[in-house]
Structure formats: structure tokens, C-alpha cells
């Protein structure tokens, strides 16, 4: 039996607002019963002040599935909805006392149904391309088709890239086998295609998967220690980044340079997010905040948390300290 | 609260008559049975008598061809290897697509590691072998066809004694995974073709760490542990006394007990059965409605995913296993459900109940009790319910 937390077990045997929300302007589905969980999350919001003010929730799923639909109501309720995008699938997690590591999918079905439900609020089209390619990462629900455009779109050879990219593998990493012999696949066909020098190439065999287990591990701490001093560094503005994979600049930036190097950034990420249909434009940085606005096939996308995720990676590792991509209510 | 132990498919409560007769091997018979002395000889005789209890049940010829092991998980691996090493002019594995994992996953390590091919033949909606490509994937390439006796899953049996005649026209050598068919269903190994067998202590009333193979007098075999002349020098290691004595008057029990397995066993789960179906809507039984083991109900539920059903009728003291995902940390269904081509919207939702002797009327009447309220619950928060289908009262797709 799974080791589920009290709280798991209240709000599976006890559920808040579950149900039909019949007023409901803002609705987003996400999942499928081939998938074996499914949420359907329905919001009333106020128009004006954008304010949520009901939510209910119906789910095909397991305890955690049902339990994360539940928190996530709770958690949204009285937010705006611009306050409750900022809501990670972690926050549902931890308002729950954690969920087991298997089991984070079921919180990052929460978030997605955020997102769906929001993009319907505002007219927008939310696209599920959850592909019917082999899964892979059974703990956070990536398949094939999600891992190969990440490698390709952003020429990633390491496991460790996979992981920070898609969150393939940074769970209980069983998928260690089957997530090296797809990077060294995608690696091998982009060097025949001549994307990718041969030497750079991912060969199965070249990581092990005890110590990137550990490695993850500490990374995942790093983060959370970047999160709390994200104030200090908005301050500062300077301070290197322990996240970040590049050697950091040696002088402190401007905030003019900082601009233009996130603009250099984006500029860079277009043309592979237009071949998919997308796009992003930069609206404004504020400190460590950077507002974009995605559209076309971005819009709604289920892999939009990962575009943003890749685009903040980028920006990150280009400014040496991390920042917060967040993408912005359409105008 | 009434308790209802509706799992043992997964294991069984041990006999209290088998805790006995082992105790005394942990104390005052705590001998080697190698040794020359006293102390060894009597342990050395109580191993003869498991042995001989044990060949009894299973209908085989010589007591020598019962083969002591750690239990089913090992008794697979050795017969798949050891035909393999055997049969060295030959590299062929044919098996099916609902085998245990102690099958599947020995199979596919050894197509990984360019061992072995392995041919996975296919069943149909009720779980039955398709005989057509069985007989097309025998060939004389073929080393061993291993094919289980009864399903864990749904209890649908494969018809085994002929599927080793058909194995043996090829010349291959036939072993059955029959962990869960020993002491429910009646074995004759003596005239039939079959060249190995295994069987595990705990899914009979006997304690876990303890199996066996059976491996017929003049069938080749190589041993998978090496280092002693133990069970004639074809699985090496000292002797686990206890846990011998114990599987030898498991069996013996469990011989006794196979009537009541048939009769009044087999009652209880066809009530069980009944009484879900006759309360709650779109719902049928899994598995092959003419030759299933008699203990086993396997229940799928639409638009409601296993987990969650689980937890509820844990809640109320009922315990019970299911094939779907969510339970084993994995995304995908039980392999041997979706082998059966049970839709996504069922196979997430498909519930064992296994009974065995020990069970009693209060527990399978408990879970017609609270069974269709738990189902009801979770439908009501399903996106999926309220568009469904609703089923007639006899209920029967096409695929059950």
C-alpha cells in the first residue's frame, strides 16, 4: 500500500467540492481513461475581478489523483486567477504533506487542469498533446513524443538535460533504461541527419543511474535554496546562480545588458518554437521576473510548462542567476 | 470491524498445522541433513517424507523429480535457463502475453541480451490461449514452451497437458508455472508430457521462502545453483528443513482440502460474483467462464479506477488486489487484461477477489454489502459516469 499522508486520506475519503459546478465560466479537462486518471476542474470567476470564487472538481483516478483535484480546488479558491497560475503542481503536492514520488503525476494533472481552465476562461484554446507514444517517465506522465521534441528542439545529450527539461527521470528513475536508450536513439537519428556533431552524441552506457539519482536530488535542494533567496538576488541582481549549468558571467550585468540578453535568448528559442507552430515574444522584465507571451500552438499547449521551463532554463544559464519565466495573459 | 481477506492469489494464511510441524526444525531438529550423524539423519528422513507429499499431490511418478527450491520466482528462472543451456542447437522461447513476471520479465532480459527469441502468443477476450499461433511459433528451433497452468489474474486455465504434447512433437521441452492451479485443480504429471512444473509454498497455506520443481525422470536439466550435491546435486545449497517439512504437509493438505476448493470454495466466489453483478451497473467478470479456477473473481468496474476502490474497501477491513496501475506505480494496466483486449474504461477499474479455504461466508456477504456503495461514490465524482452507457442489468459486452 501506498505510504499516503493523512491529509491524502482525508481529502480522498472527504473530497472538497467535488461535483458539477453548473455556473462554472472557466472549465479545463485534462487526462483521458486510457490514461488511467482524468480531471475535470470547473471555476466560477468573476469577470471583473478576475477573482475565483467557486470551484469543484469531478475525477476518474486514483487516491492521490482524487485527493490533488480536491487540494487544488482549495487552493484556488478566492484567488485571482492571475494568483493562481503561479501555483505549481509542488504547491498541490505540499499542501498535501507530499505525495509519494510515483504519485507527482497526479499534482501535475492538477496544475494542467489550472491552465486549461484558465486558457477557457479566456477564449483561448488549450490543446492537449498528450501523444500516444510509448510512456517513459511514469512518475511525472512523459511519453516519447514529449522527450524527443525536447532533445531535438534543444539538443540535449545528457540524461541530467532530459530531466531538467521535461522532468523525465527525476522521480524514481525506473525509467533509467528506457529514458537512455530514447536519448541515444533521437541522439543517433540527429546525427544522421546532421543536427548533431557525432561526437556529442548520448551513448547508452555513458551515465549511471545511482549517482544521477543523487545528483538530482542535490540539484532539486540547490533550487529550492535559489527560490528562498530569490528576493536577495532581485536586490543584488547579481549574485551567480548555483543552478546554472553555464560558467556565470564574471561582472555584474546592467540592467540594460540583462534585457538584451533575454531578448537574445527568446530571439534565439523562436524559430524552434515556430517550426512547432509557436511562438514567444518578451513583454517585460521585472527584476527576476520575465514576462513572455506565448502564442499559436504554444497557447494552452500541455507542453507549455516545459517551453517555459526550457526558456527559463536558457535565460538562466545565459544571465548566470535564475529567473522566473512567466507567461502573460494575452492583450 | 469485520475483516474480509479476499487476496489469496497474492498469499494465503498459513495452516496452523504447518506452523507446527516445522516449529520443531528450528529447535530440537535443527540438524543438517548432509550430515552422517543422528542429528542430520532425522532431518534427512523428514525431507524424504516432504518429498514424497509433495510428488503425491502433484501425481508424479518418483519422488526424485520433486526438486526443492526458494519458491516459484526460482523454480521459472531455473527451468527457462536450464532448457536454454540443454538445448544448446536451439534458441526459441515460446510463452504467452500473460505470463507472471517471473516468466515475462526472464524472457525479455534474455531477447535483450540476444539469448533467446521469444515468441509471446496472444489469448482472447476470455484470457484462452490462440492455439493457431501457438502451433505456428513451434518449430525445431524451439528449446521450451512455458506456459502457465492457471492465470493469477482472472484463474483462466490453459489446457497444459496438451499444449506438451503439442511442445514434445517438436521436440521441445515443456515447463508450466503452475503456482496458482496446485491444490485447486487435479495434477497428473505421471502420464502426461509435461517436463517441468513449479509451485510455491505460500499460495497453499505453507510459508513464504519455500517451492518447488518438479523436473520428470529423464528430462535434461542443468541446475541454475551450483556448489553442493543438495536434491541431487540439482539445486545446490543446505537444505531449508523447516520450510520443506512445511510445503510437504501443505501439499498433503491441500490434496485433502481440493474437494472443498471445488464445492464449497467455488460457491462462495460464484455468490460473490452474483451479488455484485445482480447490485451494481457496468460491471462483468474477467476471465474464461468455463475452466477458471474455482477461487478466483475478477470484477471489472466501468468509469472507476482500482486504486480507489481499493482504498475504500481497505477502509472497511476488506482486502483485495486489483490489475490497475495506479496501484503498482506503473501508468500502464495489468498486461494481462490489456492481452485480453479489456478496454481502457474497464481494465483501470478490474478488482480480484481470490477466496480459499479459509474463507467464510460473512466476508464474501461483507462485500456485497459495502461494494456498490463504494462504487456508487466513486462514479459520482468519475468526469466520465454521468455520460455513460448505463448498462442493462445483465450486462454482457462482448468482451466478457
Given at each position: 500500500?501506498?505510504?499516503?499522508?493523512?491529509?491524502?486520506?482525508?481529502?480522498?475519503?472527504?473530497?472538497?467540492?467535488?461535483?458539477?459546478?453548473?455556473?462554472?465560466?472557466?472549465?479545463?479537462?485534462?487526462?483521458?481513461?486510457?490514461?488511467?486518471?482524468?480531471?475535470?476542474?470547473?471555476?466560477?470567476?468573476?469577470?471583473?475581478?478576475?477573482?475565483?470564487?467557486?470551484?469543484?472538481?469531478?475525477?476518474?483516478?486514483?487516491?492521490?489523483?482524487?485527493?490533488?483535484?480536491?487540494?487544488?480546488?482549495?487552493?484556488?479558491?478566492?484567488?485571482?486567477?492571475?494568483?493562481?497560475?503561479?501555483?505549481?503542481?509542488?504547491?498541490?503536492a505540499?499542501?498535501?504533506g507530499?505525495?509519494?514520488?510515483?504519485?507527482?503525476?497526479?499534482?501535475?494533472?492538477?496544475?494542467?487542469?489550472l491552465?486549461?481552465?484558465?486558457a477557457?476562461?479566456?477564449?483561448?484554446?488549450?490543446?492537449?498533446?498528450?501523444?500516444?507514444?510509448?510512456?517513459?517517465?511514469?512518475?511525472?506522465?512523459?511519453?516519447?513524443?514529449?522527450?524527443?521534441r525536447a532533445?531535438?528542439?534543444?539538443?540535449?545529450t545528457?540524461?541530467?538535460?532530459?530531466?531538467?527539461?521535461?522532468?523525465?527521470g527525476?522521480?524514481?528513475?525506473?525509467c533509467?533504461?528506457?529514458?537512455?536508450?530514447?536519448?541515444?536513439?533521437?541522439?543517433?537519428?540527429m546525427?544522421?541527419?546532421?543536427?548533431l556533431?557525432?561526437?556529442?552524441?548520448?551513448?547508452?552506457?555513458?551515465?549511471?543511474?545511482?549517482?544521477?539519482?543523487?545528483?538530482?536530488?542535490?540539484?532539486?535542494?540547490?533550487?529550492?535554496?535559489?527560490?528562498?533567496?530569490?528576493?536577495?538576488?532581485?536586490?543584488?541582481?547579481?549574485?551567480?546562480?548555483?543552478?546554472?549549468?553555464?560558467?556565470p558571467?564574471?561582472?555584474?550585468?546592467?540592467?540594460?545588458?540583462?534585457?538584451?540578453?533575454?531578448?537574445?535568448?527568446?530571439?534565439?528559442?523562436?524559430?524552434?518554437?515556430?517550426?512547432?507552430?509557436?511562438?514567444?515574444?518578451?513583454?517585460?522584465?521585472?527584476?527576476?521576473?520575465?514576462?513572455?507571451?506565448?502564442?499559436?500552438?504554444?497557447?494552452?499547449?500541455?507542453?507549455?510548462?516545459?517551453?517555459?521551463?526550457?526558456?527559463?532554463?536558457?535565460?538562466?544559464?545565459?544571465l548566470?542567476?535564475?529567473?522566473?519565466?512567466?507567461?502573460?495573459?494575452?492583450? | 470491524?469485520?475483516?474480509?481477506?479476499?487476496?489469496?492469489?497474492?498469499?494465503?494464511?498459513?495452516?496452523?498445522?504447518?506452523?507446527?510441524?516445522?516449529?520443531?526444525?528450528?529447535?530440537?531438529?535443527?540438524?543438517?541433513?548432509?550430515?552422517?550423524?543422528?542429528?542430520?539423519?532425522?532431518?534427512?528422513?523428514?525431507?524424504?517424507?516432504?518429498?514424497?507429499?509433495?510428488?503425491?499431490?502433484?501425481?508424479?511418478?518418483?519422488?526424485?523429480?520433486?526438486?526443492?527450491?526458494?519458491?516459484?520466482?526460482?523454480?521459472?528462472?531455473?527451468?527457462?535457463?536450464?532448457?536454454?543451456?540443454?538445448?544448446?542447437?536451439?534458441?526459441?522461447?515460446?510463452?504467452?502475453?500473460?505470463e507472471h513476471?517471473?516468466?515475462?520479465?526472464?524472457?525479455?532480459h534474455?531477447?535483450?541480451?540476444?539469448?533467446?527469441?521469444?515468441?509471446?502468443?496472444?489469448?482472447?477476450?476470455?484470457g484462452?490461449?490462440?492455439l493457431?499461433?501457438?502451433?505456428?511459433?513451434?518449430?525445431?528451433?524451439?528449446?521450451?514452451?512455458?506456459?502457465?497452468?492457471?492465470?493469477?489474474?482472472t484463474?483462466?486455465?490453459?489446457?497444459?497437458?496438451?499444449?506438451?504434447?503439442?511442445?514434445?512433437?517438436?521436440?521441445?521441452?515443456?515447463?508450466?508455472?503452475?503456482?496458482?492451479?496446485?491444490?485447486?485443480?487435479?495434477?497428473?504429471?505421471?502420464?502426461?508430457?509435461?517436463?517441468?512444473?513449479?509451485?510455491?509454498?505460500?499460495?497453499?497455506?505453507?510459508?513464504?521462502?519455500?517451492?518447488?520443481?518438479?523436473?520428470?525422470?529423464?528430462?535434461?536439466?542443468?541446475?541454475?545453483?551450483?556448489?553442493?550435491h543438495?536434491?541431487?546435486?540439482?539445486r545446490?545449497?543446505?537444505?531449508?528443513?523447516?520450510?520443506?517439512?512445511?510445503?510437504?504437509?501443505?501439499?498433503?493438505?491441500?490434496?485433502?482440502?481440493?474437494?472443498?476448493?471445488?464445492?464449497?470454495?467455488?460457491?462462495?466466489?460464484?455468490?460473490?460474483?452474483?451479488?455484485?453483478?445482480?447490485?451494481?451497473?457496468?460491471?462483468?467478470?474477467?476471465?474464461?467462464?468455463?475452466?477458471?479456477?474455482?477461487?478466483?473473481?475478477?470484477i471489472?468496474?466501468?468509469?472507476?479506477?482500482?486504486?480507489?476502490?481499493?482504498?475504500?474497501?481497505?477502509?472497511?477491513?476488506?482486502?483485495?488486489?486489483?490489475?490497475?496501475?495506479?496501484?503498482?506505480?506503473?501508468?500502464?494496466?495489468s498486461?494481462?487484461?490489456?492481452?485480453?483486449?479489456i478496454?481502457f474504461?474497464?481494465?483501470?477499474?478490474?478488482?480480484?477477489?481470490?477466496?480459499?479455504?479459509?474463507?467464510?461466508?460473512?466476508?464474501?456477504?461483507?462485500?456485497?454489502?459495502?461494494?456498490?456503495g463504494?462504487?456508487?461514490?466513486?462514479?459520482?465524482l468519475?468526469?466520465?459516469?454521468?455520460?455513460?452507457q448505463?448498462?442493462?442489468?445483465?450486462?454482457?459486452?462482448?468482451?466478457?
Amino acid at each position: 500500500m501506498w505510504d499516503y499522508t493523512d491529509k491524502v486520506k482525508d481529502y480522498f475519503f472527504n473530497p472538497k467540492n467535488a461535483g458539477v459546478l453548473d455556473e462554472a465560466n472557466a472549465v479545463g479537462e485534462v487526462g483521458a481513461i486510457s490514461c488511467g486518471d482524468a480531471l475535470k476542474l470547473m471555476l466560477k470567476v468573476d469577470p471583473v475581478s478576475e477573482v475565483i470564487l467557486e470551484a469543484k472538481f469531478q475525477t476518474f483516478g486514483c487516491g492521490s489523483a482524487i485527493a490533488s483535484s480536491s487540494a487544488l480546488t482549495e487552493l484556488v479558491i478566492g484567488k485571482t486567477i492571475n494568483e493562481a497560475l503561479n501555483l505549481s503542481n509542488q504547491d498541490i503536492a505540499d499542501f498535501l504533506g507530499g505525495l509519494p514520488p510515483e504519485k507527482m503525476h497526479c499534482s501535475v494533472m492538477g496544475y494542467e487542469a489550472l491552465q486549461a481552465a484558465v486558457a477557457n476562461f479566456r477564449g483561448e484554446e488549450w490543446k492537449d498533446d498528450h501523444e500516444e507514444g510509448a510512456l517513459i517517465c511514469k512518475c511525472f506522465g512523459i511519453d516519447e513524443g514529449m522527450i524527443e521534441r525536447a532533445v531535438r528542439m534543444n539538443r540535449l545529450t545528457t540524461i541530467e538535460a532530459v530531466t531538467a527539461y521535461t522532468k523525465a527521470g527525476g522521480g524514481c528513475l525506473t525509467c533509467f533504461d528506457a529514458l537512455e536508450g530514447l536519448l541515444a536513439k533521437v541522439n543517433a537519428k540527429m546525427v544522421a541527419e546532421g543536427v548533431l556533431a557525432e561526437a556529442e552524441a548520448y551513448k547508452a552506457g555513458g551515465a549511471d543511474p545511482a549517482a544521477l539519482k543523487k545528483k538530482t536530488q542535490a540539484a532539486r535542494s540547490a533550487e529550492n535554496a535559489g527560490n528562498a533567496g530569490r528576493a536577495a538576488v532581485r536586490a543584488a541582481d547579481v549574485a551567480p546562480s548555483p543552478v546554472s549549468p553555464l560558467a556565470p558571467p564574471p561582472k555584474p550585468l546592467t540592467n540594460l545588458q540583462r534585457i538584451r540578453l533575454i531578448e537574445e535568448t527568446i530571439e534565439d528559442i523562436r524559430p524552434l518554437l515556430k517550426k512547432d507552430g509557436g511562438d514567444c515574444e518578451l513583454l517585460d522584465v521585472d527584476g527576476s521576473n520575465v514576462l513572455v507571451k506565448l502564442s499559436g500552438a504554444c497557447v494552452g499547449c500541455q507542453a507549455a510548462s516545459m517551453t517555459v521551463g526550457g526558456i527559463q532554463e536558457r535565460i538562466s544559464a545565459r544571465l548566470g542567476v535564475p529567473v522566473r519565466v512567466i507567461p502573460a495573459k494575452s492583450h | 470491524m469485520s475483516t474480509a481477506y479476499l487476496d489469496n492469489n497474492a498469499t494465503t494464511k498459513v495452516d496452523l498445522r504447518v506452523v507446527e510441524a516445522m516449529l520443531p526444525f528450528f529447535t530440537e531438529q535443527f540438524g543438517n541433513a548432509s550430515s552422517i550423524h543422528e542429528f542430520g539423519a532425522h532431518v534427512s528422513k523428514a525431507l524424504r517424507d516432504a518429498r514424497k507429499q509433495v510428488q503425491t499431490l502433484l501425481g508424479a511418478e518418483f519422488d526424485h523429480e520433486i526438486v526443492f527450491t526458494s519458491g516459484g520466482t526460482e523454480s521459472d528462472s531455473t527451468a527457462i535457463l536450464s532448457a536454454l543451456e540443454c538445448m544448446a542447437d536451439r534458441d526459441e522461447i515460446v510463452t504467452s502475453k500473460v505470463e507472471h513476471p517471473a516468466i515475462l520479465t526472464v524472457c525479455q532480459h534474455l531477447e535483450k541480451i540476444g539469448r533467446a527469441k521469444v515468441h509471446y502468443i496472444g489469448v482472447d477476450a476470455f484470457g484462452r490461449l490462440d492455439l493457431e499461433a501457438f502451433r505456428a511459433a513451434l518449430s525445431p528451433r524451439v528449446a521450451l514452451v512455458t506456459l502457465m497452468w492457471a492465470n493469477n489474474e482472472t484463474g483462466t486455465i490453459f489446457p497444459v497437458e496438451g499444449l506438451a504434447e503439442l511442445a514434445k512433437e517438436v521436440g521441445a521441452l515443456f515447463h508450466t508455472d503452475a503456482v496458482q492451479a496446485v491444490g485447486k485443480v487435479p495434477i497428473a504429471l505421471k502420464d502426461s508430457a509435461i517436463d517441468m512444473l513449479s509451485l510455491s509454498g505460500h499460495k497453499l497455506h505453507g510459508p513464504k521462502g519455500v517451492g518447488a520443481l518438479y523436473v520428470k525422470r529423464g528430462s535434461r536439466f542443468k541446475p541454475l545453483m551450483r556448489g553442493g550435491h543438495q536434491e541431487r546435486g540439482r539445486r545446490a545449497g543446505t537444505e531449508n528443513a523447516p520450510g520443506i517439512v512445511a510445503l510437504g504437509l501443505a501439499c498433503e493438505l491441500a490434496g485433502q482440502y481440493m474437494a472443498e476448493e471445488n464445492t464449497r470454495v467455488k460457491a462462495l466466489r460464484d455468490k460473490l460474483e452474483r451479488g455484485v453483478l445482480e447490485t451494481v451497473p457496468n460491471c462483468f467478470v474477467n476471465g474464461d467462464p468455463h475452466d477458471r479456477l474455482p477461487n478466483t473473481a475478477n470484477i471489472a468496474f466501468e468509469y472507476v479506477e482500482g486504486e480507489a476502490i481499493l482504498l475504500h474497501l481497505n477502509r472497511a477491513g476488506i482486502a483485495a488486489s486489483s490489475g490497475s496501475a495506479c496501484t503498482s506505480g506503473s501508468l500502464e494496466p495489468s498486461h494481462v487484461l490489456r492481452a485480453m483486449n479489456i478496454p481502457f474504461t474497464a481494465a483501470h477499474g478490474s478488482i480480484r477477489f481470490s477466496l480459499s479455504r479459509e474463507t467464510a461466508e460473512p466476508e464474501v456477504d461483507r462485500v456485497i454489502e459495502v461494494l456498490p456503495g463504494i462504487i456508487e461514490r466513486l462514479r459520482a465524482l468519475s468526469p466520465f459516469w454521468a455520460g455513460a452507457q448505463k448498462a442493462a442489468k445483465d450486462f454482457k459486452p462482448i468482451y466478457a
